[in-house]
């Protein structure tokens, strides 16, 4: 299995409070996403990296910053949460570009009440 | 802008049946072409993926699927269906840039005994 560790795993909390979901990677591959998956949607890109302090939006950046000040960490803030961003979050990576194979970590779960 | 349509939310076979999941695309610019599987509580994991080489693909798990350009299509199909292919399947492609790859929706395959 490819190195990706989620955490946390689950999480709830308030609306309008920060949070912030950890993706860590043990492979050195350069680039890393962070996707929601919601019912009917499928997957959804936030946010991506395609190396350290390189980053850029997806479909559905409203609400949500990332850092990446280490190859093998990206880091997802939600500013101030809202129900609507009560979903499943899983971190990807790939050794290059969007034509070579995604790895998956495991997705934290995270209800905003 | 790129979009992805699986034809199906669920489908269901019997154990030994033909598996076959549809995916279309919308763009006219040939794209490269992913199919993951999702099984539960898990991250995704690649079955298959088409990079302009030949256009019938072969997968883990017996999986394949065939591109076709003049239908905008990607169709995973499996001769005969075991329990354990029961699970979410995502097809996904590039967008015209290249920079980001598109999830459709989803097919939840359910197999009975």
Sequence with gaps: DAGITQSPRHKVTETGTPVTLRCHQTENHRYMYWYRQDPGHGLRLIHYSYGVKDTDKGEVSDGYSVSRSKTEDFLLTLESATSSQTSVYFCAISVSGVNTEAFFGQGTRLTVV | ??????????????????????????????????????????????????????????????????????????????PSAHMSDAAEYFCAVTTTSYDKVIFGPGTSLSVIP
Excluded: D, M
């Design chain 2, 1 to 78: 802008a790129q979009s992805v349509t699986q034809l199906g939310s669920h489908v269901s076979v019997s154990e030994g049946a033909l598996v076959l999941l549809r995916c279309n695309y919308s763009s006219s610019v040939p794209p490269y072409l992913f199919w993951y599987v999702q099984y539960p509580n898990q991250g995704l994991q690649l079955l298959l993926k088409y990079t302009s080489a030949a256009t019938l693909v072969k997968g883990i798990n017996g999986f394949e699927a065939e591109f076709k350009k003049s239908e905008t299509s990607f169709h995973l199909t499996k």
